[in-house]
């Protein structure tokens, strides 16, 4: 005969000096504990009565205990009128009950939040405040969209240690090892979040290792800087090679920063950085203020935002016309079958980006 009831667990002391309360499950002579997810103390619990008797949460807890006893005992008395009961061992009866009680317990948590997992990754990107992280963790919430099916029924516990490793694969084939790592580490947070708001109980990232690529050291030499600072490159070059100097000059300051910056007070620029809003304050050198009056602007310090559509249309010109400094060379190619001239580069560093400039700061 198959039996449902409470059991107060005190068989391991804990530091906190509370105890879960579980429901012990009986069939075929064979017990198991199946847990609720509720710590107690001894002085909170009466056994006799089944009841939390103690606690300020004490009415949520009893209504809680209460409905998942009920859901228990329904679904036993539903396994015995289709005669399903007698054919279970009390190990296939246990997990069959844990599935069915987590399972209530995800769906009183989608009706009340809508929590399928699109729908709570999408609220918790709405929920960041800084326009650049909302970026990131969309992009990698588009990119889960393309890769399952129907994503409005993508659930949290749709995503296993199986799924990941196969989106991993997936983003392998157009993505580096780090720029995998960060769509993992951004799926992982919403989970983290998940679980901090009793949204979910599961979690495929205990066993899932996120992996990350150790990168080369992004920094010219001091010989190298003094190289790139002099060369005699092309006219339109040389606004890029003297930002590139000031970022250095300013202490590896951001490129969104750099555009935004509005005045000199006192021989020194002090700003607050738009991504960790942490506050800065750094002299001003000479070979900066000079380089600052050449690109002097009207609403900021700098005229860059008066001359491209945002910082990060900068950046990206910034970038492809450091990589192009170096010596050319007019050769001889077939375009659209005529013959013509074209320019042939050799670039001092073929790699260089605005990052190096910060990474100076730290090297140098």
Avoid at 39 to 58: A, E, F, H, M, R
Avoid at 162 to 181: D, G, P, Q
Avoid at 272 to 286: D, F, G, L, S, W
């Amino acid at each position: 005969m198959a039996s449902i009831k409470l059991y107060f667990d005190k068989r391991v002391n804990r530091k906190d000096g509370k105890f879960p309360l579980k429901i012990n499950v009986t069939h075929k002579r064979q017990q198991a504990l199946i847990n609720l997810g509720v710590l107690l103390s001894p002085d909170q619990w009466d056994s006799t009565k089944g009841k939390v008797i103690n606690g300020p949460n004490k009415s949520f807890l009893n209504g809680y205990i209460s409905q998942r006893v009920h859901c228990a005992e329904t679904e036993l008395l539903n396994l015995r009128i289709a005669g399903k009961l007698d054919l279970m061992t009390g190990k296939q009866f246990k997990e069959h009950l844990q599935r069915i009680l987590l399972r209530g317990k995800l769906e009183e948590k989608q009706e009340e939040t809508g929590c399928s997992f699109v729908q709570y990754y999408t609220r918790f990107v709405e929920g960041k405040k800084n326009p650049q992280t909302k970026a990131v963790y969309q992009y990698t919430l588009d990119r889960i969209c393309r890769f399952v099916d129907v994503p409005d029924k993508f659930r949290f516990e749709d995503v296993t240690y199986a799924w990941l490793k196969s989106f991993e694969i997936h983003l392998s084939e157009t993505s580096k090892v780090n720029s995998i790592s960060i769509h993992m580490r951004n799926i992982r947070a919403v989970f983290n979040d998940a679980l901090n708001t009793e949204t979910i109980s599961c979690y495929p990232f205990r066993r899932f290792k996120i992996k990350q690529e150790a990168t080369a050291k992004r920094a010219l030499t001091p010989e190298e800087l003094v190289t790139l600072r002099d060369y005699p490159c092309e006219e339109h070059q040389k606004q890029y090679v003297d930002i590139f100097m000031l970022i250095f000059y300013l202490v590896g300051i951001n490129t969104v920063d750099l555009c935004r910056l509005e005045k000199i007070r006192n021989g020194r620029i002090e700003y607050r950085r738009a991504k960790t809003k942490k506050i800065y304050n750094i002299k001003v050198e000479p070979e900066a203020a000079e380089i600052i009056e050449r690109y002097k602007g009207s609403k900021y310090l700098l005229n860059i935002l008066e001359r491209y559509k945002n910082y990060k249309d900068y950046a990206h010109r910034l970038n492809e016309n450091l990589q192009e400094i170096g010596s050319v060379e007019l050769v001889e190619k077939v375009i659209n079958g005529k013959r013509r001239r074209v320019k042939k580069r050799f670039p001092l560093f073929p790699e260089l980006t605005v990052y190096w400039a910060k990474h100076h700061t730290i090297s140098i």
